[in-house]
C-alpha cells in the first residue's frame, strides 16, 4: 500500500511537472507532497491508517483545514487534517513556527516595519520572513506569545552557582525619535551540582549604570543563586559598586582579557605595546599567587624607568586579576576572564545585524533572550563545564 501510494506522488508529481513547467510545477509539487506528509503524520499521531482498525487507534480522522503558506516558492495551498477525540493535540510539525530566535528576529523586524523605520532592505527581509504581507494584528500575536514565554524563563528559580560570569554589551534602539544605546546585561553560572554551564538571566535598558546592575543582581539572588565562589566580570563602574552591594562576600576576578586591552591605553609608545602585553601575561600565566606577584614586582620595577604612569597602573591594577588563583590550577583558565559571555554577544551582534536599528527596548530584549535560552539549553544538555 505504502508503494502504491509513493507511486501516486510520483507519478502526480511528473505530470504536474509536464503540464505547468519548473515555474509555476514546483509550488504545486510542493504542495502535493506536503499535504502526504502531514497525512502520514496523522496517521502516526492516530496510531491507525485510515479506515484501519487497530486497539492502539488513538481518535479519528475529522477531514481538512485549508491554510496557506508563504514560502521561497511562493503561496502555497496546503489542507492540514484535522483530528477528533484523540487525547493529545495534533500538530503537524511542518508548520511550527521556527526556533524562538527565528520568531524573536521576526517580530524585532516585523515590529520594525510597522512603526516606520524600514529600509528597502527590511521591507525586503520582513517579505521573505513574514510572508508578502504583515499586519498589526499578526505582529501583536506573535510578540504576546513570545513575551510571555520569554518571561517566565527570565524569572524561573535558579539553583546554587558556584561561580558567576558577568558582562553587558549594547545595541542600537530608537526612543523618542532618537537612536540610544541599549544596554545588554548577561549573568552566566556554573552550576555547583554538575558544574554545567548556564545563562542565569538577561536585562535590558538604557544605561549600564550601578542602579541597573543592582536591580539585576538582586534579581538572580531571590531567584535562587547563593554566594558564589568566585564572580568575573570586566571593571565598569557601575557593576563594581552593584556587586559590593549585592554580593560582597563573593571574591572579585577582574577579566583578565580585558586587563590586558586596559593596559594598551597607558603604553607611551606604540613599539612598547607587545612587550607590555607579554610580560602582563607572564604575570598572570604564573603557577601561583606568591609567582604572579613576585613576576609583577618585576614588570613594574622594569616598565618604571620608562613610563611611571604604565607602572603606577599595572601595580594598582593587575593585582584585581588575582583572585583567580585561590582556585584550582584546572579551573583557572575558564574562570580567569569573561570571554564565555563575550562569545554569547558576539552572536547576538551577529543576529541583531539583520534587523539594524530596533523601534524598542522590548523588541530588543525579546530577541536576547530568545538566543540566551537557546544559549542556556545547549549547555545544560551537555557535558559539564568543570570539574568541582
Known sequence: MT??????????????????????????????????????????????????????????????????????????????????????????????????????????????????????????????????????????????????????????????????ILDATYIKVRVDGAVRDCAILTAIGVRRSDGKRMVLGVSCALSEAEAHWRKFLKSLKERGVGIPDLVTSDAHEGLKAALRATLNASPWQRCQFHLQQNAQAHVPR??????????????????????AQHRLEEIVAKWREKSAKLADWMETNLPEGFSVFALPEHQRRRLRTSNMAERIHREIKRRTKVAGLFPNEASVLRLVTAIHIETSEDWETGRAYLTL
Not at 505547468?20 to 502531514?38: C, F, K, T
Not at 516606520?116 to 510578540?143: A, D, N
Not at 612587550?275 to 601561583?288: C, L, T
Request: overall charge neutral; hydrophobic content about 40%.
Open 270 to 291: 606604540l613599539e612598547y605595546r607587545a612587550k607590555v602585553a607579554a610580560d602582563i601575561r607572564s604575570v598572570f600565566n604564573a603557577p601561583d599567587l606568591a609567582h
Open 3 to 164: 508503494g502504491q501510494t509513493d507511486d501516486n506522488l510520483t507519478r502526480d508529481s511528473i505530470n504536474l511537472l509536464l503540464e505547468n513547467g519548473l515555474a509555476d510545477g514546483l509550488p504545486r509539487i510542493a504542495e502535493l507532497l506536503m499535504n502526504a506528509a502531514m497525512i502520514i503524520e496523522r496517521s502516526a499521531h492516530l496510531q491507525a491508517g485510515p479506515h484501519q482498525r487497530t486497539a492502539e487507534r488513538d481518535g479519528h480522522a475529522n477531514g481538512f483545514k485549508p491554510r496557506s503558506l508563504a514560502t521561497s516558492l511562493g503561496k502555497l495551498g496546503l489542507q492540514v487534517p484535522q483530528v477528533r477525540d484523540s487525547t493529545t493535540p495534533f500538530r503537524t510539525s511542518l508548520l511550527e513556527s521556527g526556533s524562538r530566535v527565528d520568531r524573536a528576529l521576526k517580530a524585532a523586524i516585523a515590529e520594525m516595519y510597522l512603526q516606520g523605520v524600514s529600509t528597502r532592505r527590511v521591507t525586503k527581509v520582513v517579505e521573505e520572513l513574514c510572508g508578502t504581507q504583515i499586519s498589526s494584528t499578526q505582529v501583536s500575536r506573535l510578540t504576546s506569545e513570545l513575551d510571555e514565554e520569554f518571561e517566565k524563563w527570565r524569572n524561573r528559580p535558579l539553583e546554587p552557582i558556584a561561580f558567576l
